[in-house]
């Protein structure tokens, strides 16, 4: 079965500060979707940035980018220059690119960015 | 905002009662995704309906039930309530049949006491 391992329950960092989210999955898919969400104090979930696995290049969204590690299984999202707006949950998330495309997230990192 | 609709924002009940819950997809959307998320689970994929049809099945209850009408529009059952059914309903829609980029609702809040 695919998990998605989140071992950072909770962060803080400065405004302004990088940070980075960890996540590690396990899957024997060879083609798959990763996928980092972001739910604000809203509640709301927002997509952040997504990941083909068979693209070696790895996705950036303006402050947003990824560092994809397919033979380690890593999937860690880097926030540069983070704003307070930038406090939330974070969930990353696997999707196996088959009929059984279902997504399967992690149970998420609480980001506190600071003032 | 998503464009995805869902009702009621908030929703208490009591054990054995049964609620359903409703979600109105962005418009040209064809899949809707019901999602489950408590605090000892997680986010937790229910079901899936693509065009009316049920396309995929996660983790649903049997006492859980949702259905897709023609206008494209979402229900889930939820029946027999236990405490533990306590949680955020969520549901997104996509306009194709996988989840690629789908488009999250505000959820529905659901107190069971």
């Known amino acids: 079965a695919q998990t998605v391992t989140q071992s950072q329950p909770e962060m803080s960092v400065q405004e302004a500060e990088t940070v980075t989210l960890s996540c590690t999955y396990d899957?024997?898919?060879?083609?798959?979707?990763l996928f980092w969400y972001k739910q604000p104090p809203s509640r709301q979930m927002i997509l952040v940035i997504r990941?083909?696995?068979?693209?070696?290049q790895n996705a950036t969204e303006n402050r947003f980018s990824v560092n994809f590690q397919k033979a380690a299984k890593s999937f860690s999202l880097k926030i540069s220059d983070s704003q307070l707006g930038d406090t939330a949950m974070y969930f990353c998330a696997f999707m196996p690119m088959n009929r059984d495309d279902k997504i399967i997230f992690g149970k998420g990192t609480r980001l506190h960015i600071l003032p | 905002d998503s464009g995805v609709t869902q009702t009621p924002k908030h929703l208490i009940t009591a054990t054995g009662q049964r609620v359903t819950l409703r979600c109105s997809p962005r418009s040209g959307d064809l899949s809707v995704y019901w999602y489950q998320q408590s605090l000892d689970q997680g986010l937790q994929f229910l079901i899936q309906?693509?065009?009316?049809?049920?396309?995929a099945k996660g983790n649903i209850l049997e006492r859980f039930s949702a259905q897709q009408f023609p206008d494209l529009h979402s229900e889930l059952n939820l029946s027999s309530l236990e405490l533990g059914d306590s949680a955020l309903y969520f549901c997104?829609?996509?306009?194709?049949?996988?989840?690629?980029?789908?488009?999250f609702g505000p959820g529905t809040r659901l107190t069971v006491t």
């Open positions: 997104a829609s996509s306009v194709g049949a996988a989840p690629w980029e789908q488009y």
């Open positions: 899957t024997s898919e060879n083609n798959y979707y």
């Open positions: 990941q083909e696995a068979y693209k070696q």
């Open positions: 309906y693509y065009n009316g049809e049920e396309r």
